[in-house]
């Protein structure tokens, strides 16, 4: 059975400092894996990953792939209150089909 | 930007009650998808779409759940005899393939409460 698994469940961090969050998967042919944010409402889309440790930026947000050890890491450096949130990582196989982990909850305070 | 659009934001009904969920997908996208996210809880796949037909559902989209494409530009998700367990926030998604690697672009969800 898939499994989609991220740590921690939930961080408490102050502004400036660096988060790094972990999605390790289990999946079926597996395609591709993606990482959301998910504020309020719907969750947006932050990165794509298909090859392994190939590094994918965007601005304070990095994030990096192992296909051999079947994780994910998603990096924020110099943390803002705007980056509070839960970060979402979803594998998806060569369906198509998206499996959503639990998420991660992000709380950065002033 | 292109986005996704859902009505009505928020709904509350009776159990028992039908409801319809609307959505508006990205123009040029062909692939469409419900999730759902009970408070607290993961986003669950509950169905996807393609050329006016379910290409795929999971486990909790049971014959309560019907969805529908009835012209060009909404997609609906009708409820059937609500529960209280249906409380949950839907959201729609879309995408322009559904093989490889894809990206879904969701709504801002409607959430849906059941008394």
């Known amino acids: 059975e898939d499994k989609v698994v991220q740590s921690p469940l939930s961080l408490v961090v102050h502004e400036g400092d660096t988060v790094t969050l972990n999605c390790s998967y289990e999946?079926?042919?597996?395609?591709?894996l993606l990482w959301y944010k998910q504020e309020k409402k719907a969750p947006t889309f932050l990165f794509m990953l298909?090859?392994?440790?190939i590094e994918k930026k965007s601005g304070r947000l990095s994030s990096i792939l192992d296909k051999k050890e079947l994780f994910s890491i998603l990096n924020i450096t110099a943390t803002q209150t705007g980056d509070s949130a839960v970060y979402l990582c979803?594998?998806?196989?060569?369906?198509?089909?998206?499996?959503f982990g639990a998420g991660t909850q992000v709380v950065v305070t002033p | 930007e292109p986005e996704v659009t859902q009505t009505p934001s928020h709904q509350v009904t009776q159990m028992g009650q039908e409801v319809i969920l609307r959505c508006v997908p990205i123009?040029?996208?062909?692939?469409f998808y419900w999730y759902r996210q009970i408070l607290g809880q993961k986003v669950e796949f509950l169905v996807s779409f393609y050329n006016n037909e379910i290409s795929e559902k999971s486990e909790i989209f049971d014959d309560q759940f019907s969805v529908e494409r009835p012209d060009g530009s909404n997609f609906t998700l009708k409820i059937r005899s609500t529960k209280l367990e249906d409380s949950a926030m839907y959201f729609c998604?879309?995408?322009?393939?559904?093989?490889?690697?894809?990206?879904?672009?969701f709504g801002a969800g409607s959430r849906l409460t059941v008394l």
């Open positions: 999946v079926t042919n597996f395609r591709s």
């Open positions: 998604a879309s995408s322009e393939t559904s093989r490889g690697a894809n990206v879904l672009t």
């Open positions: 298909t090859s392994s440790g």
């Open positions: 979803a594998p998806t196989d060569s369906w198509g089909k998206f499996q």
């Open positions: 123009s040029n996208h062909l692939y």
